[in-house]
């Protein structure tokens, strides 16, 4: 049977409820949910995603990243954060937290599934603002050695959610303007090439879409860059070498009109076939 992972930048789960993710939920019947920016307290989160198995990591900062799995079928094991994975395995603290979280999802088959949801730091390139593009590169580093770890892993693995880089040129409308853009730095975009080229990870969403432009992710809500379609795709879902040729389609669920949209994101939904 097929089995739906979506993937979605919520912007707050409150708001997102608010403006009607849950009728999105009941129409696309996802298996697996993975969510970032849920910004709320655990039992709030869980109260919200009631019936569901949830593994959650909220942020240490209130009101900034919390990221969410939430499944129809069991969980197992879960892990939370990359601390493990960094120079000196010192416990993550302030903005590093709410930012990953693993779960294996138990298959009807048996088998096991890892799914990731990772929100990474946007970063600035302000004046003023260097030391957060420093956390992000730290950051960025935790993720490449967990995403070596998982590459050639037995079990399928999937890691989704807000990475806050464009890669491409066609993963941005406006590529031209955006060279010195935090999100789509050479220096960022070479981390993902790593993960593709280096350790075989699959981008699915442009491997199924082909060559592009698009199809964008974000949109700002200000102005008319979502009714002009003037965004980035920095909205993912990588698969390691055991789930890549399992997936059959992926598509973003833009919402229709502006009025309509539930964040300044859309889903990224991937259906797999295990």
Known sequence: MPLIVATA???????????????????????????????????????????????????????????????????GEVRTGLAAHGPDGAAETGADTGRWVE????????????AVSAYLHSGSTNPGQEHTMV???????KVTARLAQLADAPAPAVVAGDLNI???????????GNQKSAGFLP?????VTRWLDEHGWTDLGRHHAGDGPGPYTWWSW???????????????QLANKALAGAC?????????TYAERWSDHAPVVATYEL
């Open 103 to 114: 779960a294996d999802v138990r298959l009807p088959d048996g088998g096991t599934l890892t």
């Open 135 to 141: 956390a992000k590169y730290a950051y960025l580093e």
């Open 166 to 176: 464009a890669h491409q040129n066609a993963d941005i409308k406006n590529w031209k």
């Open 9 to 75: 930048n919520v912007n707050g789960i409150r708001a997102a409820v608010r403006r009607g993710i849950e009728s999105w939920i009941a129409t696309r019947t996802p298996d697996v949910l993975l969510l970032q920016e849920v910004r709320a307290p655990d039992k709030l989160a869980r109260e919200l995603l009631d019936g569901w198995h949830v593994a959650h990591a909220e942020s240490e900062v209130k009101g900034r990243a919390g990221v969410l799995i939430a499944s129809r079928l069991p969980l």
């Open 222 to 236: 200000r102005g008319a860059a979502f009714d002009n379609d003037s965004g980035w795709r920095i909205d993912y």
């Open 187 to 191: 220096e960022e975009r070479a981390y």
């Open 248 to 256: 059959r389609k992926v598509e973003v669920d833009r919402a229709p």
